[in-house]
């Protein structure tokens, strides 16, 4: 009960939710430490903090998802204690989750009908079709009631998120890292909507650790770190980037990263023409030509679902392709990827836990999966353990992967040190190119570190690397030069020196980059606290 | 209330053997209550069981001989299991492996009067070729076509039943019975009888040496999956199809090749039993060994080794249970083994936390 | 060979196999495989066998046929759900022992003989439809007639209606149908329990009207694992169960039935009873459903509908993914 009571505008109005000293612990961590948080209604009241300080795990216990330990939940003034999400609904509070909870099979009205009360039996498409169109009108959010989910783009999917909360008549939304998954001129549009919902009185949490745009949405600010409040209710209008940085993670954080001068050598990734399927048999590379060099780092701009995974898959040997791709001057595309494993392709894929890793084998096991061909590892048709166990030490070591033991099951493993794992592992082979796809997505700003410098010491030594990554802050703290990616083609190619953000923004999303830039544009890039 | 599993950070070694026991333990006291209730007598049905398989040397040896198509074809199934391949099919690629052995001698392949050593090799290559071609086909399917390997197996079973059955009633036929002519002499694996004349201690033993191909191949399966590259790729593979790929193994390759030797090991487990056991090609040669195999791998946890000692207890329920009423007893004590067993694979992996809720307000 | 009869009477074995694939239709639809459909219908088969000899009632026999069905498939549901154990080791675990118990309770009832079967009905104007009426409608079991009810009510559960939706938001996003407040484990005890239930009257339908009598595991022949193959077939859709359901019960009718014909176009019939070549017609069934399922798997991957989406994986809340 250490509520800080901050200079703010005097307020009368019962809060539209509130959490008074809120505890919750999971196993080993304490991730709500006597938490107070109010929302009034008609506001956006943003919640910042970085990964793992306990944002969500509140949030998950406004949407009745988990429950506290101690401490109480009210809804406008009345103590509440969901058993169930359908409680929490009914309350009028719905959350819009960070990883979308809709049936990809399934079509924007039954995602929309779903969990609901009526119809009772019977389905009636077109009679919900209407409504959804109705509100779908009244808060700017264009979709296709007819559509199915996996037919969307992410940004589509998010609306139906919200369709999906108003249509259960929800006063309070619950926004979790919303914008993480969208182009600047997507963020611009949900922020329309959410503004739109707050002058029709309804009012909304806003969850997410980037400054800049908390402070352009919010009117207020609440920062969480390790679980606790540090600063509670903040008048966003007069908050800096710098200040609330250091609310949140404790210490100023670093401006940019040293780096040795862009030197890029010979061309070692070249693609030319490449034309691929993806899972669904569509196009989603349209005749992508690219070339990254020897010390270089080209980033990959592109919203969700634009190619950039199949660009990964096709240059590692995952996906087969037209065209031709080439690493050190021979072929890799349409073979395997053992054989672009031995061209001295490594791979850092989107997917930890169900690709780069093996969960339930150890950790030493994991760390021998790309070398477990080769003398000294392998004698002969055997595997020498011995050696085997030398190199995943020394690699465990080296790059500060804390687990218990090597025998370890991976699965046990934190995000970061199981993606310092996975990194130790193919820097390990000393490779040519290094493909990295979202290689910090859900990891703390600690890890977040570590893993930008390994990537600059990889650079430094003169390998190829082709950041794939949805955050443009990390493209543009890492990369050397930007391509820009939509519907499968390279649309735009930038110095990352130079490079207009407006420009890569209007291009993610199908814009013309040479066009006026739009008037009300958010700024929603930038590197943390660079400002 | 509620009841929450909680993962085990790191199960102590004990843990995994110790419950394993118990889940025996459990699955036997149940059946026991079934016996009891169906009009048994659970106690004397037990203790007949244990003085059945291991009262004397001889029944003892006895145990062994029921236990050595359940090691070839428990092996099998395990290595099958290891890569996640369900392999319920060690049941048709037995029959297919004593169909295989036979034909050496009843086709015949090599003429009458050839020595044994020459008959018994070939006999070996023949059975395990044959079972290993019958494990292939749903490994192609599979590796190729995407085709659910539980109901090919399954299905290529009753196959492989109708096609022993129309050698033993048709072309092998002999008298018009339902059994082959006896193999010549040269075509019997040795048995421990056999050698009654030097070490008369042997007299009566009809341990043969199948036993020692199952032992054999135990060693070789263990070998390769956990010391060769190959055994790292199946094991890899078998936890993460995704990752194996990523890491540049070839699945497709490893299915099929794992189908095929899962497949050989129970032809050869076939060939055993015909050369070494019945010495004949009959209907109804297996009394479903090729299940059984299933849960022998599972209750050994998919390690070669311990298959050994788990095939040796299922040899003694098949021996035993041949002469327990209702007949169906020994097939149910399995099936509450096995689900004993999965039952205690989740206490070994979490922790079950069982709490009375605690009120939100 | 009266072509009408041989259909006739195919239909009324491809009833048995309909119920038991539509009852596994429920539970994987609803994310749960349950391979334990041979050992549910057979105890199913002995439950309401046995039900029968003993009362004389043989309504009784299929309540008690489905109830057994239904709770023997409880145990493979804790097991799945809750335990969170692998969903294929257990439906096995679940045939051994079905197969085992049936067994056991069975001793003794081969020699039962005759007992009162389910009723026999003809429909007075369909019947009277040239051809499809002898075929269908004509002194068929009323559980056939159940059967044909049952296809298009499961068909339209299933995609016209709430808890349809609901069952098959379980089944493709566990995540999704949990965060809308649908409580996926209750659901998907129920739809196991539902395939139990219907596995069950799939034993009784052969012991209490198609082939009546307890032969052992002889009773079902494996039928339990053709359904399972049939639901892959039919790519989760009761309609398609239907036509696959009723197209195996004719095929294996007619293998009866060429057994008992001495000439085939003039010459002697190879597959005469007694003949070792009937083995080869008796793999038939087996071998066509091979086929049928790399059919299905192939169709699946052309036009990218597969099975649901969780089938086969535990949920549990807070754990992204598989």
């Not at chain 3, 109830?67 to 097991?79: C, D, E, K, W």
Request: charged share 15%.
């Amino acid at each position: 009960m250490t509520a800080a009571t901050p200079a703010q505008p005097a307020r009368t109005a019962t809060p539209a939710i509130e959490a008074v000293g809120v505890v919750k612990s999971f196993p080993g961590v304490l991730a709500n430490d006597h938490v107070d948080f109010d929302l009034q209604p008609g506001e956006i009241h943003a919640l910042l903090g970085e990964n793992g300080a306990g944002k969500s795990t509140l949030m998950n216990i406004f949407a009745g998802l988990y429950r506290q330990d101690e401490g109480e939940i009210r809804i406008e003034g009345r103590s509440a204690a969901f058993r169930s999400p359908r409680d929490a609904i009914a309350a009028g509070l719905g959350m819009v989750h960070q990883h979308f909870t809709l049936v990809p099979s399934q079509t924007v009205s039954e995602n929309i009908l779903l969990g609901l009360d009526r119809p009772r039996f019977l389905l009636d498409p077109h009679g919900s079709e209407d409504e959804i169109r109705r509100l779908a009108a009244q808060f700017r959010l264009q979709v296709d009631p007819r559509a199915k989910i996996w037919q969307l783009s992410v940004g589509e999917q998010q609306r139906v998120e919200i369709l999906k909360m108003l249509y259960r008549g929800a006063r309070i939304l619950i926004m979790d890292e919303p914008t993480a998954v969208l182009a600047p001129q997507e963020v611009e549009e949900l922020f329309r909507t959410l503004r739109a919902m707050t002058t029709a009185g309804r009012s909304v949490v806003f969850i997410s650790h980037k400054l800049k745009e908390v402070i352009a949405i919010a009117d207020r600010i609440t920062v969480m770190r390790r679980g606790r409040v540090t600063a509670a209710g903040l008048p966003a209008a007069g908050a800096t980037p710098v200040e609330l940085a250091r609310l949140m993670v404790g210490r100023d954080l670093l401006e940019v990263y040293e780096r040795t001068p862009f030197a890029p050598g010979e061309v070692l990734l070249s693609a030319r023409d490449v034309e691929a399927d993806n899972d669904r048999g569509l196009p989603a590379l349209r005749g992508v030509s690219l070339d990254v060099r020897a010390g270089e780092i080209v980033g990959i701009a592109a919203v969700a679902g634009n190619g950039q995974a199949e660009l990964a898959q096709v240059i590692t040997g995952l996906r087969p392709c037209r065209g031709i791709v080439t690493v050190g001057g021979r072929r890799t595309s349409n073979l395997s990827p053992g054989h672009a494993i031995r061209q001295g392709v490594a791979h850092v894929p989107e997917d930890r836990t169900g690709e780069g890793s093996a969960p339930n084998l150890s950790v030493a096991d994991n760390l021998i999966m790309k070398r477990f061909r080769e003398a000294p590892v392998s004698r002969g048709w055997l595997i020498n353990g011995a050696v085997a166990r030398a190199l995943a030490e020394s690699l465990k070591d080296e790059y500060a992967i804390a687990a218990p033991s090597l025998d370890t099951p991976a699965r046990l493993l934190s995000g970061g040190n199981l993606q310092r794992l996975i990194l130790a592992r193919e820097i390990e082979t000393n490779p040519a190119l290094l493909v990295a796809c979202q290689p910090t997505r859900g990891l703390d700003v600690w890890a977040i570190e570590t893993i930008h410098r390994l990537l600059l010491e990889l650079r430094q030594h003169g390998a190829a690397i082709l950041l794939v990554s949805g955050d443009l802050d990390e493209i543009l703290a890492l990369a050397d030069r930007i391509d820009v990616m939509y519907e499968g083609r390279i649309v735009g190619s930038f110095d990352a020196r130079t490079a207009d953000l407006q420009k890569i923004g209007l291009l993610m999303t199908g814009g013309d980059g040479g066009s006026e830039p739009p008037t009300a544009a958010v700024d929603a890039g930038g590197t943390l606290g660079s400002s | 209330m509620t009841i929450r599993l909680e993962p085990r950070v790191q199960p102590p070694g004990w843990l995994s053997a110790a419950i394993t026991f118990a889940a025996v333990g459990v699955a036997l006291v149940i059946s026991g209550v079934i016996i009891a209730v169906v009009g048994g007598d659970p106690v004397r049905s037990y203790i007949h069981i244990l003085n059945a398989a291991f009262g004397s040397i001889g029944v003892l040896s006895d145990t062994l001989v029921k236990a050595t198509p359940l090691l070839l074809t428990g092996l099998a199934c395990a290595l099958a299991f290891r890569m996640r391949l369900w392999n319920i099919g060690a049941e048709g690629q037995f029959l297919l492996g004593a169909w295989g052995a036979s034909a050496v001698v009843l086709a015949p392949i090599l003429p009458p009067g050839t020595p044994g050593f020459i008959v018994i090799p070939t006999m070996m290559l023949a059975g395990a070729a044959a079972g290993g071609i019958w494990g292939l086909i749903p490994g192609v399917l599979r590796a190729r076509l995407g085709v659910n390997e539980i109901i090919t197996t399954l299905m290529l079973n009753y196959v492989a039943l109708f096609w022993v059955q129309f050698w033993v009633f048709g072309p092998w036929s002999e008298g018009g019975f339902q059994q082959t002519a006896a193999f010549p002499p040269e075509a019997f694996l040795p048995r421990l009888t056999d050698f009654a004349s030097s070490v008369p201690a042997f007299d009566g033993l009809t341990v043969q040496l199948g036993l020692v191909f199952g032992l054999v191949a135990a060693g070789i399966v263990w070998l390769f999956l956990e010391r060769s590259r190959w055994g790292y790729e199946i094991r890899l593979a078998g936890d993460s199809q995704r990752a194996a790929r990523y890491a540049g193994v070839d699945i497709a390759r490893n299915v099929i090749v794992v189908f095929a030797i899962s497949g050989a090991l129970a032809g050869l487990a076939g060939m055993s039993e015909v050369s070494g056991v019945v010495h004949r090609l009959q209907d109804r040669i297996s009394p479903g060994y090729g299940f059984t195999a299933i849960i022998i791998a599972y209750l050994a946890r998919f390690d070669p080794f311990k298959v050994i000692v788990a095939s040796v207890l299922f040899g003694a329920l098949i021996l035993a249970g041949r002469e327990i009423q209702p007949s169906g007893v020994p097939a149910m004590i399995q099936g509450i083994i096995l689900f004993s067993l999965i039952v205690a694979e989740v206490f070994v992996r979490y922790r079950v936390r069982i709490e009375r809720s605690v009120a939100a307000a | 060979m009266d072509f009408s009869l041989i259909l006739a009477a195919g239909i009324a074995t491809g009833t048995a196999l309909l119920f038991a694939a539509v009852g596994e239709i429920f539970a994987e639809r609803a994310g749960v495989m349950n391979l334990g459909v041979e050992g549910m219908m057979l105890m199913g088969a002995v439950a309401g066998f046995s039900t029968a000899v003993s009362t004389g009632n043989p309504w009784l026999g299929v309540v008690l046929a489905m109830l057994t069905g239904g709770i023997i498939s409880l145990l493979h549901a804790v097991v799945a759900i809750h335990l969170r154990a692998d969903q294929v080791v257990s439906g096995l675990a679940l045939t051994f022992l079905g197969s085992g118990l049936a067994r056991v309770f069975g001793e003794g009832l081969s020699n039962a003989g005759a007992t009162a079967l389910l009723p026999r009905l003809t429909i007075p104007l369909l019947s009277e439809v040239p051809i499809a009426g002898k075929i269908f409608f004509l002194d068929q079991s009323v559980l056939v007639y159940v059967g044909y009810l049952l296809v298009p009510l499961a068909w339209f559960w299933i995609n016209r209606t709430r808890p349809g939706l609901h069952l098959r938001a379980v089944g493709e996003s566990p995540a999704a149908a949990d965060a809308q407040g649908i409580g996926v484990y209750r659901l998907r005890y129920a739809y196991v329990f539902v395939g139990g239930l219907l596995a069950g009257l799939a034993g009784a339908t052969i012991t209490l009207a198609v082939s009546p009598g307890w032969f052992g595991e002889q009773t079902t022949n494996g039928r339990g694992w053709i359904a399972v193959g049939l639901v892959i077939f039919a790519q989760w859709s009761p309609l398609r169960a239907a036509f696959g359901a009723y197209l195996f019960g004719t095929i294996s009718r007619f293998i009866i039935d060429v057994q008992g014909v001495d000439t085939i176009l003039g010459t002697t019939n190879p597959f005469q009873a007694g003949r070792s070549a009937t083995f080869f017609l008796e793999m038939v069934p087996y071998l066509l459903v091979v086929l049928v399922v790399v059919i299905g798997s192939r169709e699946a991957a052309r036009k990218r509908v597969g099975a649901p989406a969780a089938l086969g994986t535990p949920y549990v809340r807070g754990e992204r993914g598989a």
